[in-house]
């Protein structure tokens, strides 16, 4: 969903999807990274590097996470902007995002020599397809929030027409048609700006049916919880997560032992933006589960170096740490909002 303020309604070589994802999808066919869309192209970025705090150059805790380096990322490309949902490769070289206009992002990832998040770059954008392999059009359709990732296939749920489609990657590439998971029928009453900001494959799928996890932004069930679906293999189970006004949830990711974290973000004329990330006991994601759990990171009502976050992505290093990855969208509105990617350390 995009904040309402004021927001605007708006010579790369090509990047093989098989160096963009290579360590969340594995080997990608060469065919599919060869196939190049009507509308795909090369993206020139530029980065300029942005602290926790601005004015407070030491602070590097938020919480029970450490900074890790970030920066605001800017383009002259009208269709750069708006990304929410986010997946980072496992070795933390690739990005992937949406953004709510319809459209794939993808780009290298740089760091320095104490692994702190320094640069991006060789960035694609390619258009979303529809189920017949058609570029989505119309705004009501394009607007995609939350994006998933098991094996070689993503996730993305869209809000206005609320559904979740799934797009084989792997074999495709950026050429793959959508195949859908779950449609407005099977999900019921949604609020039309405020649906399904986050859907995020739940551990053990890549070993049987995929499972997955959304969770819409707005609109509340009969207890007054917002609305949460498991969705696999056809069979659309409900639970719920507890409302911590004035945040919402845009996006969310599992820890290895099973625990998940959720990305809430607000905002106010007064207030400004603010965001906070919950951490949800394992026990509690379950068919008729109510997801609550203890804030571990805040950054609202203080100088903080945030915007309208709306997309995460967790990844393991191979000496255990845990790595959160934060994007913001900006809703086109490049005058007033920013895009930022930060990086942290989960710690404790």
């Known amino acids: 969903m995009a904040m309402q303020v004021s927001w605007r309604g708006g010579a790369v070589l090509g990047l093989m999807l098989a160096l963009a994802l290579p360590a969340v999808q594995g080997c990608v066919p060469e065919r599919a990274a060869a196939q190049t869309l009507p509308g795909e192209h090369g993206v020139s ?23 890790r380096g970030g920066f605001e990322i800017r383009s002259s490309d009208p269709d750069f902007g708006g990304l929410s949902g986010l997946v980072v490769g496992g070795d ?13 992002f993808a780009a290298e990832l740089a760091y320095d020599g104490e692994g702190r998040l320094t640069g991006i770059g060789n960035g694609r954008i390619a258009p979303l397809l529809d189920e017949d392999g058609k570029p989505l059009e119309h705004k009501r359709w394009q607007d995609a929030e939350g994006l998933g990732m098991s094996g070689g296939t993503a996730f993305v749920s869209f809000e206005r027409e609320h559904r979740v489609w799934a797009y084989d990657l792997a074999g495709h590439g950026f050429a793959a ?18 649906g399904l900001e986050t859907v995020t494959a739940m ?49 969310a990711g599992f820890l290895p032992d099973g625990d998940l974290l959720v990305l809430e973000r607000r905002y106010s004329p007064i ?78």
């Open 45 to 67: 970025l530029s980065v300029s590097q942005v602290p926790l705090a601005p004015g407070d150059g030491k602070r590097q805790r938020l919480g029970a996470l450490e900074y």
């Open 203 to 251: 551990p053990g799928s890549t070993a049987g049916p995929v499972r997955l996890l959304a969770l819409a932004e707005g609109g509340a069930d009969a207890e007054g919880h917002l609305k949460g679906f498991i969705l696999e293999d056809g069979r659309i189970g409900h639970l719920s997560l507890r409302e911590r006004k004035p945040y919402s949830p845009t996006d």
């Open 92 to 104: 933390g070289k690739s990005l992937l995002a949406i953004s709510d206009e319809g459209h794939w």
């Open 177 to 194: 048609p959508a195949r859908q998971v779950a449609g407005q029928a099977d999900l019921g009453d949604l609020v039309s700006n405020s």
């Open 271 to 348: 207030g400004g933006v603010g965001m906070e990330i919950r951490r949800i006991p394992a026990a509690l994601v379950r068919e008729g589960g109510v997801l609550d759990g203890p804030v571990i990171a805040e950054a609202g009502g203080g100088p903080f170096s945030i915007d309208n976050m709306e997309g995460m992505s967790l990844r393991r290093t191979a000496d255990g740490r845990t790595l959160i990855y934060l994007i913001s969208d900006d809703n086109f509105n490049h005058g007033l909002q920013r895009t930022l990617l930060l990086m942290f350390e989960l710690k404790g």
